[in-house]
């Protein structure tokens, strides 16, 4: 799929998912399943919100927004999911609406 830089250029899956980051702003999303390097987000995975007392605990703000750059992070995990072609994350760990890192699990030999 190559690189993309803003939020419009990205397919609907992958919209979706960072939607999802955004409105979970700190926690977990488990079980995520992957096809052909798009998240597949029916079924849903199961979300773990995290709850930071004395902290913001609701969804980003640029949640809202149809359109803007995307971070690294978001980068990254997109291009791991291309990487990864077809399979599950078993924990993708979400900080600030950001990706922070997943935990997938490989055949061995599998990179």
Known sequence: MGTIAVKSDLSEPR???????????????????????????DPPPKIVREVKFGGQNGPRDERALDDFSLKAQ?????????????????????????????HVNLAAGAR
Do not use: C, S, W
């Open 74 to 102: 978001v980068v990254e995990l997109f291009d791991e999911l291309d990487r990864l072609g077809d399979g599950v994350i078993d924990v993708l760990t979400v900080k600030h609406g950001l990706p922070f890192n997943m």
């Open 15 to 41: 919209r979706q998912l960072l939607e999802l980051m955004q409105e979970l702003d700190f926690g977990r999303i488990e079980a995520l399943a992957v096809r052909a390097g798009e998240p597949v987000l």
